[in-house]
């Protein structure tokens, strides 16, 4: 059975679920939504996702979106038991703690930042406190929810360095700094270099940062 997603290559919740299906080795066929066509609002886009976002997936007869619910899904659906989302009821409760800790929280932040092409001084420091949080979270874990890389890593990791490719200045937190060196050799250089630093760059060119 064919499984299909709908993205957009400079997206960051996009970006995580690719992230992953490179990880994992799925065979998707991806389609490119262009945000700037209004492409996201034609018919032919709204029938499949009434809320007219990507990421989008499409398994079968199964429709769902919402970045981090399509992470969870794809692991218990074709990996079930992998280390990145594991069977075990609490670890996977620590690992759903910090997907909804980043989209709701860390990611949130940078909303005004995709809608307008920046964010205030108050949004830049709310997101450095909450920054800090997961660096002191991250001095006592080799990784966001304990010593193996998980998805909370790879939604992180994106929401995070997104942040610093629009300018909000996190060098002094250590913890971060040595967690993504990680996540940068732990992804194939390749899928770092095509999901996670190209698109920052394009974002930032885009956005005349
Ligand atoms: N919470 C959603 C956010 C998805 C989202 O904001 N997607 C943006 C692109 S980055 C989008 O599709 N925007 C078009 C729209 O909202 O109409 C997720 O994690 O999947």
């Known amino acids: 059975m064919s499984i299909q997603l709908f993205h957009n290559d400079l997206s960051p919740p996009s970006r995580v679920v690719r992230i992953l299906i490179k990880l994992l080795d ?5 389609t490119k ?3 700037i066509a209004d492409e996201h609002l034609r018919p032919e886009f709204t029938s499949i996702n009434p809320f007219h976002q990507v990421p989008t997936l499409i398994d ?3 429709t769902l979106w919402e970045s981090r619910a399509i992470l969870t899904y794809l692991v218990d659906r074709f ?4 280390s990145l989302y594991p069977s075990d009821l609490k670890a996977r409760a620590t690992i759903d ?4 800790w980043d989209i709701g929280t860390m990611y949130a ?5 995709i809608a307008n092409g920046s964010i205030d001084s108050e949004a830049d420091q709310l997101f ?3 920054a800090k949080e997961l660096d002191d979270s991250l001095a006592e874990t080799k990784y966001v929810a304990g010593d193996t890389l998980t998805i909370a890593d790879l939604s992180l990791g994106v929401t995070i360095n997104f942040s610093v490719a629009i300018g909000i200045d996190l060098s002094g937190l250590s913890h ?3 967690w993504t060196k990680q996540l940068e050799s732990d992804l194939k250089s390749d899928t770092w270099s095509r999901l996670v630093v190209q698109p920052n760059n394009a974002l930032v060119w885009l956005y005349h940062i």
């Open 33 to 35: 939504i262009s945000l």
């Open 109 to 113: 932040t940078l909303r005004p930042f």
């Open 79 to 82: 990996a079930p038991g992998n």
């Open 176 to 178: 971060i700094n040595r």
């Open 128 to 130: 450095k406190d909450k």
């Open 26 to 30: 799925l065979k998707v066929e991806e």
């Open 60 to 62: 079968g007869d199964f």
């Open 97 to 100: 703690r910090w997907l909804y």
